[in-house]
């Protein structure tokens, strides 16, 4: 939201390509030529690493919150926008890995009995466990094979990113959702 | 909103009317059954595919926004708790978009950055609302040339970016998500201006 952030973004990009460093990997990488499966873990690591600290600012008695101000007749609550991106996320990073995804999605927003916040916020986190393993399935051999998905058959690599644009758009209304209630986003709070 | 169906939809009539990049105006019930199975994708394609998708959003919830209305920013609405000192304007959240999209998509093609941009803003001699369109609508032409540069074999080359070396394939898709994070603001301030964003109409 704020100015240099895309800069900050492909900086911390290229550190994580240049340093080895792809993510939390503490221990030593091989060294060798950038993979498919690295450029796309890196994509999902940057959306992990803005959208699960925002999810976490939001307090507890404010995950319901929706905005008023305007037309939002039927927009989703924060809570909804986070279960949203989690499902969305267990439903195409299952498809990338070929498996049954590990929760119910026939919900969009997610299955009706994760309410709480640590609930949601675990919900979604562990769907980027998913993504860290789809992400490292992907090799340039099997990157362009269409897979079974929710929406049809889709390549592999389609899944992998797409995932992670979608949940920039919801991540991007949340973060005017932490504003309207007097938080900046965590990502944006070294610019201020 | 199921916003991500229409956002599929969206892909799924490109993709069957192979005509991925400008499909005019697809209506979110229309099944693309009649036609062929479409070839193997390339990489070119279904990259070129989720800028399609983007591009398509983005434009028209830029147009939708009424001109008087550009600078919009939510602090103006005065709302009682919020925090929205020094962020963008609606203006500037399209400005900053297309000027990502030239930095990156433009160290693929080769081709010069538009003249002006000093910062991550872009130009700031584009006031009016059509000049700025025009300034997002050309960024996703580069997106376009960009995307049709890739091919198995040349993704993972290291292009020089910014004084330093990236994936080609990186340099093409990273602004694509970049782009929806903006979005994803955008459609909260034409909201906020009574404004239903195009692409969730009919939801």
């Known amino acids: 939201m704020k100015m240099k952030r895309w800069k900050l973004l492909f900086l911390l990009f290229v550190l994580s390509l240049t340093t080895g460093l792809m993510g939390q990997a503490q221990t030593a990488q091989p060294t060798g030529p950038v993979t498919v499966s690295a450029i796309t873990e890196s994509e999902i690591r940057l959306i992990e690493n803005d959208i699960v600290p925002a999810a976490e600012a939001m307090p507890e008695d404010k995950y319901n919150f929706v905005p008023t101000t305007g037309e939002f007749k039927s927009v989703r609550t924060f809570a909804e926008q986070v279960k949203h991106v989690a499902t969305t996320n267990y439903s195409f990073w299952s498809a990338v890995l070929g498996e049954n995804p590990p929760v119910d999605v026939s919900n969009e927003n997610g299955p009706a009995s994760i309410k709480t916040k640590a609930e949601i916020v675990k919900y979604l986190k562990d769907s980027f466990a998913l993504g860290h393993r789809a992400a490292k399935s992907l090799t340039a051999e099997n990157m362009g094979e269409r897979v079974p998905s929710e929406f049809g058959k889709r390549p592999r690599l389609f899944l992998t990113t797409f995932t992670v644009a979608h949940a920039f758009d919801h991540y991007g209304q949340m973060v005017v959702y932490l504003r309207l209630n007097g938080i900046i986003p965590p990502a944006s709070r070294q610019q201020r | ?203």
């Open chain 2, 1 to 203: 909103m199921k916003h991500l169906r229409m956002m599929f939809l969206l892909l799924v009539l490109c993709v069957a009317m192979g005509t991925a990049s400008q499909a005019q105006q697809p209506s979110g019930s229309a099944a693309p059954a009649q036609q062929p199975a479409q070839p193997a994708p390339t990489v070119s394609s279904f990259v070129d595919r989720q800028i399609s998708t983007i591009e398509k959003q983005f434009v028209e919830a830029a147009e939708a926004m009424p001109e008087d209305k550009f600078n919009f920013t939510p602090e103006s609405l005065n709302i009682k708790g919020a925090d929205y000192k020094t962020v963008r304007t609606f203006a500037l959240e399209v400005r900053h978009v297309a000027t990502a999209n030239y930095f990156y998509w433009c160290s693929v093609t080769g081709d010069k950055l538009p003249e002006g941009i000093k910062g991550a803003n872009g130009p700031e001699d584009l006031k009016s609302k059509a000049e700025i369109i025009k300034f997002l609508k050309d960024s996703f032409a580069f997106g376009h040339k960009a995307a049709a540069t890739l091919t198995s074999e040349n993704i993972m080359e290291m292009l020089p970016f910014r004084n330093n070396k990236a994936p080609r394939l990186q340099l093409v898709v990273a602004p694509v998500p970049h782009a929806f994070d903006h979005y994803g603001q955008m459609v909260e301030y034409l909201r906020m201006n009574g404004i239903v964003p195009p692409a969730s109409r009919g939801n």
